[in-house]
T-cell receptor, first 113, second 111 residues
Framework: SQTIHQWPATLVQPVGSPLSLECTVE??????LYWYRQAAGRGLQLLFY??????ISSEVPQNLSASRPQDRQFILSSKKLLLSDSGFYLC????????????FGDGTRLSIL | SQQGEEDPQALSIQEGENATMNCSYK?????LQWYRQNSGRGLVHLIL?????REKHSGRLRVTLDTSKKSSSLLITASRAADTASYFC???????????FGAGTTVTVRA
């Protein structure tokens, strides 16, 4: 069966510090991968998605970047965090496009001080 | 934007009652999906309904889709305390890898 892992579960970082959140998927090959951010009590905002190694599509211009160095690894990064980067970050995978369900990790709660 | 709107924003019901929430959207879709999110956790996929389908069932869940009204509803029958969660609809257009999520309905089931 397929599983998705996100880490860390919680993270507290000072403003201006770098960020690296990692997501890995097991049990499937060539998945579509997604990074979302969720503000408290709100819906999901799509940040990045990837349909293959090295292929990244950005949905929202911002202080973040994403990379996919391996087929089942998706990384969310920032060189300098802003207060507005606080939120709940979710990684998801799907097999195929929008006509397939997405499967989510348990998220990373990021607090910027 | 295709972002749908869920209605109501919040719903509180007694255990055993039914819960109904609605989702509207603005442009044509390929399919519409419903997800559940327990507090502090990731989303769990519940049901996918395609644009040529009108109703789908999964256990105590019933989803309807009315493409003429650009709306969908999720019905949870005989609710349980474990159904307490936020529920989101997500829309997909044809030839698109992305889903557009609404803001969600928060359901509280009182014992």
């Amino acid at each position: 069966s397929q599983t998705i892992h996100q880490w860390p579960a919680t993270l507290v970082q000072p403003v201006g510090s770098p960020l690296s959140l990692e997501c890995t998927v097991e049990g499937t090959s060539n998945p579509n991968l997604y990074w979302y951010r969720q503000a408290a009590g709100r819906g999901l905002q799509l940040l990045f998605y990837s349909v293959g190694i090295g292929q990244i599509s950005s949905e929202v211009p911002q202080n973040l970047s994403a990379s996919r160095p391996q087929d089942r690894q998706f990384i969310l990064s920032s060189k300098k965090l802003l207060l507005s980067d606080s939120g709940f970050y979710l990684c998801a995978w799907s097999k195929g496009g929008g006509n397939q369900p997405q499967h989510f990790g348990d998220g990373t709660r990021l607090s910027i001080l | 934007s295709q972002q749908g709107e869920e209605d109501p924003q919040a719903l509180s019901i007694q255990e055993g009652e039914n819960a109904t929430m609605n989702c509207s959207y603005k442009t044509s879709i390929n399919n519409l999906q419903w997800y559940r999110q327990n507090s502090g956790r990731g989303l769990v996929h519940l049901i996918l309904i395609r644009s040529n389908e009108r109703e789908k069932h999964s256990g105590r869940l019933r989803v309807t889709l009315d493409t003429s009204k650009k709306s969908s509803s999720l019905l949870i029958t005989a609710s349980r305390a474990a159904d307490t969660a936020s529920y989101f609809c997500a829309k997909s257009r044809s030839n698109d890898y992305k889903l557009s999520f609404g803001a969600g309905t928060t359901v509280t089931v009182r014992a």
